[in-house]
Structures are given as structure tokens and as C-alpha cells.
């Protein structure tokens, strides 16, 4: 199966991040060829072939060690691969001069599991921390940024008439709003790939769907996803590809459509007990 997923490209009559990224001229927004990562002697990723196409939800799934979140730190400059080639929007990237700060620059944000928002700060704080708006005296525009927090909670998020607004702590929200905070903070920005770091984990069944909801409002929006998560429930219902890593090599990429749950379940299970099926998944 082709990595980049380029049938899942919007056609015609998109929203204008659509278009604009339409009119970028890169198929991919991130490609890796033959990609590498070495601990000592441990090979944690060993050739690995992957493309994240235009405007597309990559679940990966896999067994716990089998590569995903060095697979996602190699991707976004935390850790350096060993040998092998990347791709940003079809430019290469020098790896050694590659970090989290230039990933940020090329507009990949990560939405990590744990915390990652100030529990007693106001929402319009979280959404600018380390970006904040400052006026030509150098001072912070907190009207500014209560206002563009305001817009985002409303129209992006759709926190309409709940009782929460800029003004708010992040205290006040329950697990699956704060997940949508950081979400909305990393379309905010103008992320071209977000990746998402199993975003359910430890919540309620009522705040699942929430969650849910937001990812999908990436892919509205024009953006790529890569969502890394064990409840293989939802991922299947979610991506448009799957890609299934074990023991650090990609093993199979499967459109849900083509794989039913139970098949895809079965699949990782006789992965797991070193018996995969076959069937040209691989």
C-alpha cells in the first residue's frame, strides 16, 4: 500500500488552510526512508518507511515497546536517529542539526497523555505560554489574548454557553476538555501535523467522545494527525490509515475499511505470540 495516503487529499472547495496548504506543492508533510535508531546495541527503530500525507489521521498502534514513541521523538527533533533520511514537506532535513525547537519552527506540535497545561492559570495563559502577544512597548496584551482565547474556545472548540471562558482555570475542566485545550492551542499556532499521544488515556467513557470529536476538527481544518493509541476501538473508527509497528519495524499499514476491528484485533494478538496473519497488509 502507497505510505502517503495522497487519496485522502481534499478536492476542490476546501476551507482556506485547506487550499493554502493545497497550494504548498509537498505531497507529504513528513517522510522518513530507511530510519534508524539505535540505544547501545539496542536498534529501538530499524528501517523505517513512513509517509504522512496531506490532511489525513495515521493511527499507530503496536504492543507496548514496539517503537512508537522513539518513532514519534525521532520525528519531532527529541531524539537523533542513527542513519537513515527525513523528509519535511519533501525537503531534507539535516538530522543533526534537527531538534524540538526546529520541529516547532516547521509547525509539528505533540499533545502528550500527561499534563501539560498550568492547573491554576487561566485558559488564555495556556493557550500563549512561550508565545505570548506583546505590544510595540514589549508589554503582554492580555485584551488580546483573552480575546483570540475567547474566539478559539467558541468557534474552534465550541465552548458555547458551558460556563467556561478565557477567564477560566484549567482546574475548572474535566479531562476531555483539557485535551481539547491543547489541541485547539496546537491548531491555533498553525500546525501542519499534530501528533497526538494517546489523548483518552485514564478518562471517563463521557469524556472519550469529546476527544474524539477534536481530532476530527484536525482533519476539518486541513491539518495531518498521527494518533498513537491502545484502545484499538477508536483508532480504527478514527484513521484513515493504520500503522502497525512491532519491535521497531513497521509490519503492516491497513486501511480500517479494508480490516474489520475483530480482524484487526486478531491481527495483533497472533503479532504478539509471533504468529501474524498474512494477506498483503504488510
Known sequence: MGATGNAI??????????????????????????LCVSFGKVRALDNI???IGRNEIVGLIGDNGAGKSTLIKALTGVVRPSSGRLYIRDEAVDLYNYSVRRAHSLKFETVYQEKSLGEKQPLWRNFFVGRQIVNRFGFINVREQRRIANEILQRQLG???????????????????????????AMHFDSDLIILDEPTTALA???VQKVLDFVRSIKRSGRAAIYIEHNLAHVHALADRLVVLDRGRIVANI???????????????????GTPATGGHA
Open 205 to 207: 467513557i463521557s469524556e
Open 9 to 34: 487529499a481534499a478536492s476542490g472547495g476546501g476551507t482556506p488552510n485547506e487550499d493554502r496548504r493545497a497550494a504548498g506543492g509537498w505531497s507529504d508533510i513528513v517522510r522518513a526512508e530507511k
Open 255 to 273: 486501511r480500517p475499511a479494508e480490516m474489520t476491528l475483530e480482524d484487526l484485533t486478531r491481527f495483533l494478538i497472533d503479532l504478539q505470540h
Open 159 to 185: 465552548f458555547r454557553g458551558v460556563g467556561i471562558d478565557a477567564d477560566s482555570t484549567v482546574a475548572k475542566l474535566s479531562g476531555g476538555e483539557r485535551q481539547g485545550i491543547a489541541i485547539g492551542r
Open 49 to 51: 518507511d513512513l509517509a
